[in-house]
């Protein structure tokens, strides 16, 4: 049987690996695993949606950054951004790749206070440390680059127009999911129901068409859902559906150059979408945690929180109109909004690959990369990723990061 172009039941009762979660996370780790020459193990990889319609990856921002306040996140992008821009090479050489590019409009943090501003100048240290090209901005050099801006209560703003702003996400997350495919990686369109575990190793997955898989390793790449699929194996992490809106405007003046990526002292952010479109985004308030399919729309956010504040700092943007809007999820992890990579301390043989809170998408290719090198030889190789391991859940120790969006 085929549901969405993808059969339904696996064609062995064993494998390796088992994947739980086909998009952009899970995709990047099948595919490392087929392109690594030292792992020849074989690899389900298990989507209870095969349309991707209501997967973070689906309703992504697609956008890149490197200002972090930790140097791994800053890293962490720094490859995916070379990952990016050589994805044909990276894939083999295959002409079928398109050729990918960053528009690098940059992100614009803006600092209203001394505090925050400080921040900033910190942040950029560690970022110049680890090669990025950021700038801090005066108000008045604000102004000067950017003339459309409203900075009278702004102290101070950081920009890096290197590796940082837009890209396809979605063509990357295709290119993952096919070419593992066309290497050898089983895609089911199915449903973890339950998790079984023998001790403190999983033993096997069942099926929501009754079939019992039985695995070496089990990956938890489930998005907002990681807690649900932790819990079946009797495991706690702490994630959790948080709703993201999204909205896509035009303006009756548009601007006469790129907008960057603006992250306003409110937190709302917008940015460059097309050439006459704008990109406008920001969390709901309050901020639960919501229903997996929550996907409904809080109209009033717009209408009495976002678009007074992008008039406000754009005063060019008074008359804009909405041309489409979505509610999108962050798997956001309380903790500390940073990932947890790598095994269970108990039941090593459960893989986590979750918590990206708003930052999967971007970390997909070196998180991919790490989780497929674990499972393979046990221990993260190019790049140290053992500050995002499970421990810290533990020990309630959060691996602090300042620049959250």
């Not at 690594?36 to 209501?54: Q, R």
């Not at 979408?273 to 399919?293: I, N, S």
């Not at 504040?309 to 809007?325: G, L, N, S």
């Not at 309380?334 to 990579?341: E, F, G, S």
């Amino acid at each position: 049987m085929a549901k969405g172009g993808m059969a339904t039941t696996p064609t062995k009762s064993s494998y390796d690996v088992v994947i739980i979660g086909g998009a952009i996370m899970g995709s990047s780790t099948a595919w490392f695993l087929s392109d690594n020459p030292d792992f020849n193990g074989s690899v389900l990889v298990i989507e209870k949606d095969p349309s991707y319609e209501f997967c973070s990856t689906a309703h992504t921002n697609s956008c890149i950054r490197l200002q972090f306040s930790n140097e791994l996140n800053v890293r962490i992008s720094q490859f995916a951004a070379d990952f990016i821009k050589n994805l044909r090479e990276r894939m083999g050489g295959d002409e079928r790749v398109p050729n990918q590019t960053i528009q690098n409009y940059g992100y614009l943090y803006l600092a209203d206070n001394d505090t925050f501003a400080n921040v900033l100048r910190d942040n950029q240290k560690v970022q110049l440390k680890a090669g990025a090209e950021t700038e801090l901005l005066t108000a008045d050099e604000i102004k000067s680059r950017y003339p459309f801006y409203d900075v009278d209560d702004i102290v101070l703003g950081s920009i890096n127009t290197k590796d940082e702003g837009y890209w396809d996400g979605g063509n990357v997350f295709e290119w993952f999911r096919r070419s593992a495919r066309e290497r050898g990686v089983e895609y089911v369109a199915n449903e973890v129901t339950a998790i079984t575990r023998n001790g403190n190793r999983i033993a096997s997955v069942t099926l929501a068409s009754g079939e019992v898989i039985s695995c070496g390793q089990l990956v938890n790449a489930s998005g907002p859902r990681a807690a649900r699929t932790a819990k079946m194996a009797g495991l706690d992490i702490p994630v959790e559906p948080r709703k993201r809106f999204t909205w896509i405007f035009s303006a009756e003046q548009p601007l006469d150059q790129e907008l960057p990526l603006t992250i306003d002292p409110s937190g709302v952010h917008f940015r460059q979408d097309g050439p006459k479109t704008y990109l406008a985004g920001c969390p709901a308030d309050p901020d639960p945690a919501v229903e997996f399919d929550d996907f409904h729309m809080d109209h009033n956010r717009w209408q009495d929180h976002v678009w007074p504040i992008i008039a406000t700092r754009i005063p060019q943007f008074e008359a804009i109109k909405v041309v489409t809007e979505w509610a999108g999820h962050y798997a956001f992890n309380t903790l500390d909004q940073n990932a947890v990579l790598g095994p269970h301390n108990e039941v090593e043989n459960f893989i986590f690959q979750n918590g990206f809170s708003g930052h999967g998408l971007q970390q997909s290719p070196a998180m991919g990369r790490g989780t497929a090198e674990w499972l393979t030889y046990g221990e993260f190789r190019s790049l140290d990723l053992t500050p995002f391991r499970y421990d810290r859940i533990v020990s309630n120790t959060p691996l602090i990061e300042k620049a959250v969006i």
